[in-house]
């Protein structure tokens, strides 16, 4: 019998100011031919600790594992930097790589990779060979290539039908904030969080 699976996104929510900030960027990038806009309803603003496939029948089990996880962790500060493009058109706004976020996404990941059981996201299967040797190493191991070394916290804006000079040429905003809660998302197109499953918030 066919597991049934699906992908999900584990990630720190963004406060709702930073929220805002980052939804208004995403529609002025629309225009420049964005693929999605950030909102309050769909496509929610994140910094994404894990996203990875996981069989439906483990969910329950996940968010048992995620409540008893962030009882342990106190709000934390990101402080971001620069606002960038990717060769494939994502536009983000980066976050400085602490000890302490990537303490965090390394127990996450170590806490929750079994549950996916093997698992790999349709979308990574082809990474598999396209991919630099230590994503898909990333991608067999965790089924996340942007696990531990690889991890990169940002918010995603967009992701532009092709690379666009002008993309970020934008006045530079601060997007620092204190991260206060951790939550999983079906995950959509783009890596993008449609539907919220549950929201913990830090102690």
Not at 19 to 41: C, D, E, H, P, Y
Not at 101 to 109: E, G, P, T
Not at 175 to 196: D, Q, R
Request: one cysteine or more; aromatic letters at 10%.
């Amino acid at each position: 019998m066919k597991q049934i699976s699906r992908p999900f996104n584990i990630v720190i929510l963004p406060p709702k100011n930073i929220s805002q900030k980052a939804i208004s960027i995403s529609k002025k990038l629309r225009v420049k031919g964005g693929l999605f806009t950030l909102g309050n309803k769909v496509y929610f603003p994140h910094v994404t600790l894990y996203m990875a496939e996981f069989p439906l029948k483990n969910i329950p089990k996940i968010k048992s594992l995620l409540q008893k996880f962030v009882i342990k962790i106190k709000p934390f500060n990101l402080n971001s930097s620069d606002y960038r493009q990717s060769p494939g058109g994502y536009v983000d706004v980066a976050y400085k790589k602490s000890k302490k976020i990537k303490d965090i996404q390394k127990s996450l990941i170590d806490l929750l990779n079994p549950l996916r059981e093997g698992l790999i996201m349709e979308s990574d299967k082809e990474r598999l060979h396209t991919s630099i040797k230590t994503e898909q190493k990333n991608i067999k191991l965790y089924g996340y290539r942007y696990a531990k070394s690889q991890f990169d916290p940002h918010i995603t804006f967009t992701k532009l039908k092709e690379y666009n000079t002008s993309a970020v040429a934008m006045p530079k905003t601060d997007f620092s904030f204190k991260a206060e809660s951790v939550a999983i998302f079906s995950k959509g197109e783009h890596g993008t969080c449609n539907k919220l499953i549950k929201k913990f918030n830090l102690q």
